[in-house]
């Protein structure tokens, strides 16, 4: 319908514009949402609480139920700003209860695993120093992919020792970068390939057209490399920052300190994200406090 191709285009400008999100969740918003008005072949201002039920129940054994939970954010996301827009008056979302989600774990990745799968990396091309070099930074400073897609050279402060990071919503923070992936890099960088243009003059990691790297090519990739060095894991660039956290944890580092590399908002999303049971680092802040008077 025409009417709900144009109702996408400016509810993707206000998730933009509006409300800061970046181009990968935007795009999955819009896919999530045009999935289901296309499915339920409705003017939104006449979809039912029931219409919407039925759609979710529908591919309930097709997706996981984590999928699940992000389509029905995005769709109740969508009709808060059909009301805003003056599109509609009620959210047919708001008598939906989300899907109960477990704890998820990804694999986590032991420290020989992890100089398995860089010690691995073919020196022989330019590429394989480029290759060490991003599972460098990836293990080293805790980034995300998206946020190595977008590394530049001048985000690195190799006298401080910190790297300047992009995260969600464009916020900054440093992150400490070590010699070994500082080495990487400097490696990486004496026989980097000419940018195919001006602009991509800055951006840290190219590929063999000297534009920059996509995701999807580091994410093949990490699973080449872990194969190649034996590990049988289900890992991801993401895996990579999980270890990061997790042996940061394990070796005493404390959990603010390492919220703050990870740019997460909340402490109890680096919890869940350390597999950390909260009753731990909660006893012990219980145990430090001055008021605390139990033995």
Request: hydrophobic fraction near 35%.
């Amino acid at each position: 319908m025409e009417k709900n191709t144009r109702l996408c285009k400016d509810y993707s400008y206000y998730l933009k514009i509006e409300r800061g999100m970046s181009p990968n969740t935007v795009a999955s918003y819009l896919s999530d949402v045009s999935e289901c008005l296309e499915a339920i072949g409705k003017d939104p201002k006449d979809i039912s609480t029931d219409d919407l039920l039925a759609f979710i129940d529908e591919r309930s054994e097709k997706v996981s139920k984590r999928t699940q939970a992000r389509m029905l954010s995005a769709i109740r996301s969508f009709f808060n700003w059909l009301i805003l827009d003056g599109e509609t008056k009620e959210n047919p979302c708001d008598g939906i209860d989300s899907p109960k989600l477990g704890r998820y774990l990804p694999d986590v990745l032991s420290v020989e695993e992890v100089s398995a799968i860089i010690d691995g990396v073919d020196l022989s091309t330019w590429q394989g120093y480029r290759d060490k070099a991003i599972l460098e930074v990836l293990y080293g400073c805790g980034i995300r992919v998206s946020e190595a897609v977008g590394l530049k050279l001048s985000m690195i402060y190799r006298d401080q020792g910190v790297v300047r990071i992009i995260g969600k919503g464009n916020k900054e923070r440093l992150v400490p970068i070590g010699e070994m992936a500082l080495e990487a890099m400097d490696a990486y960088v004496d026989c980097r390939p000419e940018p195919a243009a001006p602009e991509y003059d800055d951006i840290a990691f190219l590929n063999r057209f000297g534009k920059p790297l996509s995701r999807v090519s580091i994410f093949e990739m990490v699973k080449k490399q872990a194969l190649m060095a034996g590990v049988k894991k289900s890992i991801s660039p993401h895996t990579f920052r999980h270890s990061f956290a997790t042996h940061l944890i394990e070796n005493g580092a404390d959990l603010r300190m390492v919220q703050e590399m990870l740019g997460h908002e909340s402490v109890l999303t680096t919890e869940v994200y350390t597999h950390i049971d909260s009753s731990t680092w909660q006893a012990a802040v219980l145990e430090s406090h001055p008021r605390n008077k139990r033995k």
